[in-house]
């Protein structure tokens, strides 16, 4: 009799690329201390220098808060690169197999942009490691946007190319599209991917100084997260109609909330626009229109949220693939649901709530609403780890017996 070592990743499924997702977006929700919490004058977001002289005049709470954020950025952008490298050597491999050639010929093939969807989340989490870690970073800003805005634009040029291939496709000729197979949000990766683009292109409109820079941002991130809200909303009626007829696809039930993280990149798109705008072109949207547009986002997100939950709950999915024998690499896609809703809580209560002057800052009611955010963010953190742990802890299988 022989022993097998054996991990469900050693089948491999492009929605891997989920966990590296999942990671950087951890490593995001870290970094909203230091955004929120560590004054940072003279640029929107915090840098080395801001988080050395916050620790050296805080008090105790500060110096938590800053300890608990870089480590949680560190650890978790080193979880992210190291799934997103493993995942790349994988895909290398898969494509050589027939699964992928079989992949290619059904509605799954769109499971292939999670790779361009993880890679600018990593980019993402790249320009975060910098301002945290690396010192005088802010004085040389302004020679990286370009490098940015290039980086995000190959990415989403490499996404649109995937999408045009899964369109092609489908369009050209009929019957090639799985209708009964189309009952989840599964669909709407392909959209999800453009947002993750379209909000990495809006970042030198929220940042750079030079009005070339900002507004080659605001046209590159305007046009790509108008294809992906665009592409988003044909793929939810579609597979809505598809969900009422045939009913949620067990497996995929986790998709149903995909429109939360979604929402997020694209709000957080806007704001960054809204501050370009303002900063650049003499644009001016008043807190208030900010504190409303944030708390429209944030309705739709739980109205999804909740509905997916239902669903989940009703189907059993948590017995079947996350406490069961069952395994599925789609169950990744349960982080992103909490970790966007965590982004997006510190946005509403800092961008909002407190810009308004609805509540004082690190009052009561401020610790109050944060504490809810930390509650989604630090439930995505357990469920992160005991997912890795199920996914790629080597588990030993019953004795194989040889066949008599």
């Known amino acids: 009799m022989a022993h097998q070592n054996a991990r469900p990743a050693d089948s491999y499924s492009p929605l891997y690329f989920l966990a590296s997702l999942g990671a950087g ?30 620790w050296s005049a805080g008090g105790a709470g500060m110096k938590v808060a800053i300890v608990v954020a870089v480590t949680g950025i560190a650890g978790f952008a080193f979880l992210n690169i190291k799934s997103l490298i493993w995942n790349l050597s994988q895909l290398s491999q898969f494509k050589k197999t027939e699964s992928y050639a079989k992949l290619r010929q059904t509605n799954a093939e769109t499971q292939l942009l999670a790779m361009p969807l993880a890679l600018a989340m990593t980019v993402n989490v790249g320009f975060i490691l910098g301002l945290v870690f690396v010192p005088s970073l802010w004085g040389a800003v ?73 507004g080659t941002s605001l046209v590159l991130s305007t046009a790509m ?34 429109v939360v993280p979604l929402l997020t990149v694209l709000g957080i798109m806007m704001l960054r626009q809204n501050h370009g705008l303002h900063t650049t072109f003499d644009v001016h949207v008043t807190n208030a229109e900010t504190l409303v547009l944030l708390t429209k986002i944030l309705a739709v997100q739980f109205a999804f949220a909740l509905m997916g939950l239902i669903v989940l709950r009703r189907q059993g999915y948590a017995d ?11 169950s990744y896609a349960l982080v992103c649901p909490g970790v966007a809703l965590s982004v997006m809580m510190h946005f509403w209560i800092n961008k909002g709530l407190v810009a308004t002057g609805l509540i004082v800052k690190f009052g009561a009611a401020f610790w109050v609403l944060s504490a809810a955010a930390l509650m989604f963010q630090f439930a995505m953190v357990g469920l992160v780890l005991y997912l890795n742990r199920r996914h790629f802890g080597r588990v030993e299988n019953q004795p194989m017996v040889p066949a008599e």
């Open 25 to 54: 977006g951890l490593a995001v929700t870290f970094f909203m201390y230091l955004m929120f919490w560590v004054p940072h004058p003279g640029q929107p977001v915090p840098v080395f220098e801001d988080i050395l002289r916050a």
């Open 320 to 330: 079947a693939f996350l406490r069961g024998e069952g395994n599925s690499p789609g």
């Open 142 to 214: 302004e020679y990286m946007f370009p490098m940015a805005l290039l980086a995000f634009a190959a990415i989403g040029a490499l996404a649109l190319a995937q999408i045009g291939r899964f369109l092609g496709r489908i369009l050209s000729e009929g019957g090639i599209f799985d209708v009964t197979a189309h009952n989840s949000f599964a669909q709407l990766l392909p959209a999800f991917a453009l947002a993750m683009v379209a909000v990495g292109l809006s970042s030198p409109a929220a940042m750079s100084q030079v009005p070339l820079t900002v």
């Open 225 to 258: 997260g108008t294809i992906a809200a665009l592409y988003a909303a044909i793929a939810a009626i579609t597979a809505f109609n598809s969900m009422l007829h045939f009913g949620t696809a067990k497996e995929s039930g986790p998709t149903l909330m995909v």
